[in-house]
């Protein structure tokens, strides 16, 4: 989620902002299943909702404030 709140926000700023983030994601990801704290499952899940809330939220932030001017970007 973190990742792709990253990407949304500073993205335009260039593509390492982007790179950077789902890196990260993804290290933490195979470091928490290699630690047997999780299995492939979960973090296939968790990265999954977390990519597709983060979207959903973005979406529903433009619906209700677009009309008051309160969107700096995008």
């Known amino acids: 989620m973190a990742a792709t709140l990253f990407y949304k926000e500073y993205g335009f700023k ?3 902002v982007g790179l950077v983030a ?21 973090v296939i899940i968790g990265a999954a909702l977390g990519i597709l809330l983060t979207n959903l939220a973005f979406r529903l932030v433009q ?3 677009k ?3 309160l969107i700096l970007h995008k």
Do not use: E, P, Q
Request: zero cysteines; proline letters at 0%.
């Open 63 to 65: 619906l209700i404030f």
């Open 22 to 42: 789902y890196a990260a994601a993804i290290v933490t990801g195979f470091t928490r299943i290699l630690n047997n704290r999780h299995w492939l499952f979960d």
């Open 14 to 16: 260039g593509y390492w």
């Open 67 to 69: 009309d008051r001017g």
